[in-house]
């Protein structure tokens, strides 16, 4: 019997992904790099990763919030699972950096850790990336895009089902006098309704079908190329107060700015002195692209895998794709915390060539 | 379909040539990110193999390590999507 236990189970799995394959492929995956607007408030357009932020940000206060509303000695509940997080990052802190710096780190480095692993373990959430509104594309609409699929209203709300079609509009298009135009947002009502036509010729859209793009309400927050930015830009100001509070500012700024063996006559060793610092200046600023770029390739990666899986072989493949994810999603979270921290140290540790000299 | 005329006699649309920009891209930045992952984890299990006490550090600083090789692939991976996707 234990044969054919795991002779069923094979074959089990082997039917979820036929069936996955056949039935539930999901159109060809519209891969948008751009956080899209939902909705605007005068001037400022609010985005869905700025939502979900708010969401994230909401939540972890409200963990908090319920984590230390009647705090008692022994911890229990809520209490003891947030203070177990908490102590393994403070010891994690506190061994680094040792006691006195530790306690000044530990607020950034757990707020990053915890916001980031926070962010990206929502993006995971079912309603991600699947629920929105839906912009048609059609030649009166201010919204252009260039790619879109076709919509199905069923029961009043526009569905994409599985295995619709994608339709993707030529890049230009000849008028009746034999002009070519180019087809983009600002181009007339007549130049786009033409390319809406060409590329909906073979489908037949009938009363309930029309072509357009999902906007999802909620998406990951740090597939927007802003937030890891935001994050990276705080990092590197907490990491510069950091030296300058422990050092004071020429002194710090020393590290980077190093003209004095320059102005005092001896050209070479200067020389080597002011480069080195300079170099030291151009590190700092790549680390800031590298932070961005670091968090923001890999979520962005497993959103875009994701698409891709469940336009190719969906239902079983996707779990892996899944734990994958929620894999990466901490391991970022706790690279990002720890980078910050090891520059931190740096900057409160003694310079180099500081002993010689002196 | 905008045809881009390369050498004599081949003449390639410019959405190929974007998949082909975009493969190049991701296939040859992920060469040497993942030989130094390789290497990294290597030295890294050599460590531990020597000093297994040592075990939290180690693993700490590897995935570190580890953090900043995935980057430079992740850096060609952004520039893949870009041409792919956004130009």
């Known amino acids: 019997m234990r044969r054919f236990k795991g002779l069923a189970i094979g074959l089990a799995v082997l039917i979820l992904v036929l069936a996955g394959f056949l039935f539930l492929r999901s159109p060809k995956p519209i891969i948008e790099l751009k956080a899209e607007t939902v909705f605007s408030i005068g001037p400022f357009n609010v985005t869905n990763t700025y939502i979900t932020s708010w969401i994230v940000i909401i939540f972890i206060s409200l963990f908090a919030y319920a984590a230390t509303r009647r705090m008692s000695l022994v911890p229990r509940g809520i209490q003891n699972l947030f203070e177990a997080i908490i102590e393994a990052i403070y010891n994690l802190v506190i061994n680094s950096a040792g006691e006195k710096h530790g306690r000044r780190f530990f607020p950034v480095v757990a707020t990053i850790f915890l916001y980031v692993a926070m962010c990206n373990w929502f993006g995971l959430l079912p309603l991600f990336a699947t629920v929105g509104k839906v912009e048609e594309i059609s030649a009166q609409s201010q919204a252009f895009h260039e790619k879109g699929v076709v919509i199905h209203e069923v029961a009043g709300l526009n569905v994409i089902m599985p295995a619709a079609d994608d339709v993707e509009l030529p890049k230009t298009v000849t008028l009746p006098d034999a002009k070519v135009e180019d087809v983009s947002a600002d181009s007339s009502v007549e130049v786009k309704q033409l390319a809406i036509d060409e590329a909906t010729r073979d489908l037949n859209l009938g009363k309930d079908k029309k072509i357009g793009v999902l906007v999802p309400f909620l998406r990951s927050v740090n597939t927007d190329l802003n937030s890891p930015l935001a994050l990276a830009v705080w990092s590197a100001i907490f990491v510069e107060f950091w030296g300058i509070s422990a050092y004071g500012f020429f002194r710090y700024g020393s590290k980077f700015f190093n003209f004095g063996r320059l102005l005092r006559g001896k050209i070479l060793d200067g020389f080597i002195d002011a480069f080195v610092g300079i170099m030291e200046f151009v590190a700092e600023a790549a680390r800031l692209v590298s932070f961005t770029f670091r968090l923001f390739g890999n979520i962005l990666a497993g959103e875009i895998l994701f698409l891709v899986v469940i336009f190719l072989v969906p239902l079983v493949f996707l779990q892996f794709v899944y734990f994958m994810e929620l894999f990466v999603g901490a391991i970022q979270a706790f690279i990002f915390a720890m980078l910050t921290l090891v520059f931190g140290i740096i900057a409160v540790s003694a310079p180099h060539g500081e002993a010689e000299g002196h | ?87």
């Not at chain 2, 290497?39 to 953090?67: D, F, H, S, W, Y």
């Open chain 2, 1 to 87: 379909m905008e045809l881009i005329h390369l050498f004599p006699l081949l003449e390639i649309t410019d959405t190929a040539m974007r998949f082909i920009g975009a493969s190049f891209a991701m296939g040859l930045g992920s060469f040497a990110p993942a030989l130094a992952i390789g290497l990294l984890v290597g030295k890294a299990m050599e460590a531990l193999g020597r000093n297994p006490e040592a075990q939290p550090v180690i693993q700490t600083n590897m995935i570190l390590g580890i953090a900043f090789a995935e980057a430079i692939a992740i850096y060609a991976l952004v520039v893949a999507v870009m041409i792919g996707f956004v130009f």
